[in-house]
């Protein structure tokens, strides 16, 4: 891969994994908060669980990027698109 598109897919499985994270916890707070957000749910317990687990493996597959992707997540700047030094 080039320069720029290894980059760009590091990033983009960081915001990935991020949002997995941010979606996961946000139904665990769903579920603790109200039982009307479990629905035909009775296991609150179990479905907390789960969203526990795919924090857990999101949190995991950043780890795994990080200690053997060394290429920052960031995108490069075109050299057209820097700003003038002042």
Do not use: R, W
């Amino acid at each position: 891969m080039n320069n720029i598109v290894a980059p760009a897919l590091i990033k983009a499985l960081h915001k990935k994994y991020d949002a997995e994270i941010e979606v996961a916890f946000a139904e665990c707070l769903v579920y603790l908060a109200s039982a009307s957000g479990i629905g035909e749910h009775s296991e609150i317990v179990v479905e907390v669980d789960k969203k526990i687990q795919a924090m857990h493996d999101a949190i995991g597959k950043k780890e795994i990027l990080n200690g053997y992707f060394k290429t920052k997540p960031e995108v490069p700047v075109k050299e057209n698109d820097k700003k003038p030094a002042n």
